[in-house]
């Protein structure tokens, strides 16, 4: 019986490699994909992921080879994304405090968004994908910090890629405010390969939500993921940056997390071995 995995992705741009590495290896063992973004819109591929030879500057090397650059491309340029679930039309956002029927608004939230964890039982793991994009629209993006607690409460498998492994920090229970990964071992993007500058965005959105029709560069990245994982964490909980090493992969079961690009089909293998083999704990 073939398995199910949600993949959600930035509307503002995912890093190629780190979507076509788990994807190729899951789809290869036979499991299904559903795809999702913030407002339904198709995801662009970040461009340095389409571009074979793109010299990172803080690795100072190629991270972008023709293999992963040509399927990246195939897939941008294929109908795979077109038509992703719209996760705001889906799940619902919470009030704000000082709303008129705060209580009732309140009830019917929790009510509505019990409903959409119902839903997600038909999926055996999350997949979340990084790169620049997602410190958009998905870091802070209280929808999906519910999709991803609606997992955590059924014991499912999240994996989690690069930036987005800042949505982990930030998905707390509203009453508790405790992130999930308090006591967890992680890793995620290390401070010493952050960019100084050129932050890139593949689609721009206007006040409206129109798409721009334009990418942009910015200064350096809105935050030092590491900083934020390693105050998540607490004081019983590791951070691992793995900063020297080619790879960086950790499982804290339910939490499979991936520095960068290069742990993208590790974090394919590892979920196939935890689903299939009951692995729960991995690289620490």
Not at 31 to 50: I, N, Q
Not at 127 to 155: C, K, T, W, Y
Not at 159 to 170: D, P, Q
Not at 225 to 241: C, F, K, N, S, T
Request: aromatic share 12%; glycine share 10%; net charge negative.
């Amino acid at each position: 019986m073939s398995k199910k995995v949600l993949v959600v992705l930035s509307e503002w741009g995912y890093w190629g490699e780190e979507l076509v590495g788990p994807y190729d290896v899951l789809a290869a063992r036979g499991y299904e994909m559903d795809f999702m973004t913030a407002k339904g819109r198709k995801p662009p591929a970040l461009p340095p992921s389409m571009e074979p030879g793109y010299l990172d500057p803080p690795l100072d090397k190629v991270v972008t080879d023709e293999h992963y650059a040509t399927r990246t491309r195939q897939i941008h340029e294929a109908d795979l994304l077109n038509n992703p679930i719209n996760l705001s039309e889906w799940f619902p956002q919470m009030p704000y405090f000082n709303s008129p029927s705060f209580g009732h608004e309140l009830e019917a939230y929790h009510n509505k968004r019990a409903e959409c964890w119902k839903d997600l039982e038909k999926y055996d793991a999350l997949l979340l994908p990084g790169g620049s994009g997602p410190m958009v629209d998905m870091v802070n993006n209280e929808r999906l910090h519910d999709v991803i607690l609606g997992f955590l409460a059924q014991g499912k498998l999240i994996a989690v890629e690069c930036y987005c492994v800042t949505c982990l920090a930030f998905a707390r229970d509203w009453n508790d405010r405790k992130s999930i990964i308090w006591g967890k071992h992680v890793t995620g993007h290390a401070r010493e390969y952050d960019y100084k500058d050129s932050t890139g965005f593949a689609q721009m959105y206007d006040y409206d939500g129109k798409p721009m029709n334009t990418s942009a560069n910015f200064g350096p990245p809105f935050y030092p993921l590491e900083y934020i994982l390693r105050d998540a964490v607490g004081p019983e909980g590791q951070y691992h940056g793995g900063v020297g090493h080619t790879i960086s992969t950790i499982l804290d079961y339910p939490f499979l997390t991936g520095r960068s690009t290069q742990d993208s089909r590790l974090v394919g293998e590892l979920m196939i071995e935890v689903l299939e083999n009951g692995l729960r704990r991995y690289g620490w």
